[in-house]
């Protein structure tokens, strides 16, 4: 599916020197969730992650599970970004990646390892094959 709303895309931030400085184009919802749906679990909630908090995978791939304070319903972002708001289905999704764990990286890969940026570029092409999208859209 080409069209879609961008899922990185956030009120006030702009993505145009990304995108440009990168030569490649984000990944729609539609493309993000497709390309994930054919990896594993553990990479399509971090991707959905992405999605619901307009961060990068790389950025949540460092996410402490001393960043999320469910009692209050927010998520601390990377320095300069602030805080997110959980809604209902980030919250769900995060308790998921979580589990019994009070510790640690909140995403963690199959093998139960923090999610590298290299290890993120080869799950998604490996996905974004499997789905039959463009090479040149990246999550």
């Not at 319903?73 to 805080?83: A, F, L, M, W, Y």
Request: aromatic residues 4%.
């Amino acid at each position: 599916m080409q069209g879609g709303r961008n899922g990185c895309a956030v009120e006030g931030r702009s993505l145009r020197g990304i995108t440009a400085t990168m030569g490649c184009r984000l990944a729609t919802t539609d493309q993000g969730e497709d390309g994930a749906a054919r990896s594993t679990k553990e990479f399509a909630n971090l991707i959905l992650a992405c999605e619901l908090m307009g961060c990068r995978a790389s950025e949540l791939a460092k996410l402490q599970i001393s960043d999320i304070d469910f009692d209050a319903g927010t998520v601390r972002q990377p320095p300069g970004i602030g805080r997110v708001e959980m809604t209902y289905r980030l919250s769900g999704l995060l308790r998921e990646a979580v589990g019994d764990r009070t510790d640690g990286a909140v995403f963690l890969s199959k093998k139960g390892n923090r999610w590298s940026r290299p290890q993120i570029g080869k799950s998604f092409r490996e996905g974004r094959e499997r789905a039959g999208l463009p090479d040149d859209i990246v999550v």
